[in-house]
């Protein structure tokens, strides 16, 4: 079965740190782009970082700039979002997604067809 | 970052109705856009990209269209498993940005 396994959430005081692993099975990782969505308690979804297949182009939104890390291991079939400086805005299910990259020349779209069930982060004290 | 903007934000319909939801974006985003559902307690689920291309196993009742800022997600025959949350996403730029979501009520 082709699926997402996310560990690594809980409970973490502000300007903590803590790293979210999403370990991929029935598909080898390394030649897709994955991604990290979030979703605060009652709030709708936020593209948070990806990372293509080799590892060699990285993006993230504002607001986790300079704080978060994206990151991935081919041989373990693992991404890994690692979380520096945490604040309670941080507070969040963590989705990872694979995105099977649809091209149609010369344009390709981003596609999340397949999803993580999530990984509760709590920053509070 | 591009803006993304749905309504209506909720909707109440019933079984059987036709529905239909709007995404809007702050800038031309060509038709780099996609849909998603999501159930409560539960991950997103893909139901269009590129704007109008339907997932594998998706339901013929969902359609996508649109180019440019103005998007629509057509529901044909609202189905009892279909109320739940709609995002709309761009991938034109980054940061990726989702609409804020319309969740799609019993009326």
């Known amino acids: 079965e082709v699926q997402l396994v996310e560990s690594g959430g809980g409970l973490v005081q502000p300007g903590g740190s803590l790293r979210l692993s999403c370990t991929a099975s029935g598909f080898s990782l390394n030649t897709y782009w994955m991604t990290w969505v979030r979703q605060a308690p009652g709030k709708g979804l936020e593209w948070v970082a990806n990372i293509k297949g080799d590892g060699s182009k990285i993006s993230y939104v504002d607001s986790v700039e300079g704080r978060f890390t994206i990151s991935r291991d081919n041989a373990k079939n693992s991404l890994y979002l690692q979380m520096n400086s945490l604040s309670a805005e941080d507070t969040a299910v963590y989705f990872c997604a694979r995105d099977k990259n649809y091209c149609n020349s010369p344009v390709c779209y981003d596609v999340f067809d397949i999803w993580g069930q999530g990984a509760m982060v709590t920053v509070s004290s | 970052a591009i803006q993304m903007t749905q309504s209506p934000s909720p909707l109440s319909a019933s079984v059987g109705d036709r529905v239909t939801i709007t995404c809007r974006a702050s800038?031309?985003?060509?038709?780099?856009l996609g849909w998603y559902q999501q159930r409560p307690g539960k991950a997103p689920k893909l139901l269009i990209y590129?704007?109008?291309i339907l997932e594998g196993g998706v339901p013929s009742r969902f359609s996508g269209s649109g180019s440019g800022t103005d998007f629509t997600l057509t529901i044909s025959s609202l189905q009892p498993e279909d109320f739940a949350t709609y995002y709309c996403l761009q991938d034109y730029k980054y940061p990726r940005t989702f609409g804020q979501g319309t969740k799609v009520e019993i009326k």
């Open positions: 590129a704007a109008s």
């Open positions: 800038q031309d985003i060509r038709n780099d």
